[in-house]
């Protein structure tokens, strides 16, 4: 039984909803992808361009996932300060978990956390605004630090 859906959101272009309940700590799904240097991902991103997205995920290795390239349906997960999962990555893979229960027809979110070299302008931190709308929304999907 499919579990979950991609469609239009409220915050940005398409999100991805449960279309059942899911519990706290259950995995959802895994970011797929084609594996890759940075400097490739970057160069790929400049000429191809996602009109707005970037589905790029960053491993600790240094390399990045382009869900752009083979990727699923995570790709699509949009950012919230206060997020419903958590992205874990384990083993070169990166894995979405419910970090609470999640109704059936509420949209998954995960904190991106990014980050830039430096300190971040006002032109960079209009770039990564959020648009989440929650209460407690940082104004940034850019991470604390």
């Not at 469609?7 to 594996?35: C, D, K, M, N, W």
Request: charged share 20%; proline share 1%; net charge positive.
């Amino acid at each position: 039984m499919k579990r979950i859906s991609v469609r239009r959101s409220r915050v940005h272009g398409r999100g991805v909803f449960a279309l059942q309940p899911l519990s706290a700590g259950e995995l959802i799904i895994e970011y797929t992808g084609t594996v890759m240097s940075w400097k490739r991902a970057v160069t790929r991103h400049a000429k191809f361009g996602t009109e707005g997205h970037t589905f790029l995920f960053g491993l600790a290795d240094g390399r990045v996932i382009d869900g752009s390239i083979g990727g699923n349906s995570a790709r699509w997960i949009n950012h919230a300060c206060v997020a419903n999962c958590e992205a874990v990555e384990s083993e070169g893979r990166v894995l979405i978990h419910a970090l609470a229960n999640i109704k059936a027809g509420e949209e998954l979110f995960i904190s991106y956390g990014l980050t830039t070299e430096g300190r971040a302008s006002a032109s960079v931190r209009a770039q990564y605004a959020c648009r989440c709308g929650h209460r407690r929304c940082r104004g940034t999907m850019l991470g604390r630090g």
